[in-house]
């Protein structure tokens, strides 16, 4: 059934709160579902809705798991993937635990409430069963995932996220293609886990991109003697040992760079 005529049949009405802002079209959802996935994936889905990402990742083959934290869907979702093998879990994924699913290696691919965007990315990020992460966000956070130092849009979430592997935007998708229509544009990015960040570096990575990015308009060093227990003259040393130039400013560090600094900060 078509998704307004499902929705109307089961007298659903969609929620803001919870960032329900549906997807129909069905050559957008299988281009999506292939964006983040393949045959014999397993698959976790954050945010279910209609079932329709749902169904195209099944029809693609892979094994689903997706969470929806809006009770009401239950009798619109039991109608939509009737017959799909796939296990939908009426929960928050915020507060469930994960580990007590036991995929093993997954991929997440979702078209994200919006209002948590980031907090479902960090939920995800650092879990060691991450293959990729293929999310549709709002328009500006896909470019500031994406951005390469030394622009404006580069910042904190680019080079956490960049630290942990490769992205890049696979598709752009104006807000028509909602249901309602949301009030942006929406970019779907794609993450595939490749760290440049080994696992007992990362919390000195994170800390060194947190003051960096602290106050943009202050140089490297300052902001770095404002967080860390050194003085102006060490953290010149440092940031002229990682980047040539002690006046550099964080937006300007790549994260292959921000890794060098997390290991000369360690040491400081
Ligand atoms: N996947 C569907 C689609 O593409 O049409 C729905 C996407 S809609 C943008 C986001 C969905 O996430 C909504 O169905 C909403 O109820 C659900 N959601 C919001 N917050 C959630 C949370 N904390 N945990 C699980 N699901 C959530």
Redesign the pocket.
């Known amino acids: 059934m078509e998704l307004k005529a499902l929705l109307k049949v089961h007298n659903f009405s969609c929620?803001k709160r919870?960032?329900?802002?549906?997807?129909s079209d069905p050559q957008l959802l299988s281009a999506i579902a292939s964006d983040g996935a393949q045959e014999g994936d397993t698959v976790l889905?954050?945010?279910?809705?209609?079932g329709?990402?749902?169904r195209a990742l099944c029809g693609l083959g892979a094994h689903v798991t997706a969470?929806?934290?809006?009770e009401r869907?239950r009798p619109v979702l039991n109608e939509s993937l009737a017959g799909e093998d796939v296990e939908i879990i009426y929960?928050?994924?915020?507060n469930y635990d994960l580990s007590s699913l036991e995929l093993g290696k997954y991929r997440v691919v979702?078209?994200?409430?919006?209002y948590?965007t980031t907090p479902v990315i960090f939920r995800f990020l650092y879990d060691e069963n991450l293959l990729s992460l293929t999310v549709?966000v709002q328009k500006e956070v896909a470019d500031r995932i994406c951005a390469k130092e030394g622009t404006p849009e580069y910042g904190a979430l680019s080079a956490q996220m960049q630290a942990m592997g490769n992205v890049r935007i696979t598709r752009r998708v104006p807000r028509g293609m909602f249901f309602p229509s949301p009030d942006v544009d929406s970019a779907v990015v794609r993450l595939d886990i490749a760290p440049i960040c080994s696992r007992e570096l990362l919390p000195h990575y994170k800390r060194a991109v947190a003051a960096a990015f602290a106050m943009r308009r202050k140089t490297l060093a300052n902001n770095l003697t404002a967080a860390y227990s050194i003085t102006k003259q060490k953290a010149e040393e440092l940031v002229r040992e990682v980047c040539g130039n002690c006046s550099a400013r964080g937006e300007t560090l790549s994260p292959a760079c921000f890794v060098r600094l997390a290991e000369l900060l360690k040491e400081a």
Do not use: R
């Open positions: 929620s919870y960032g329900q802002n549906f997807l889905e954050v945010g279910a809705g209609a329709t990402l749902t969470f929806e934290i809006d869907l929960a928050d994924v915020m979702a078209n994200l409430p919006y948590i549709m």
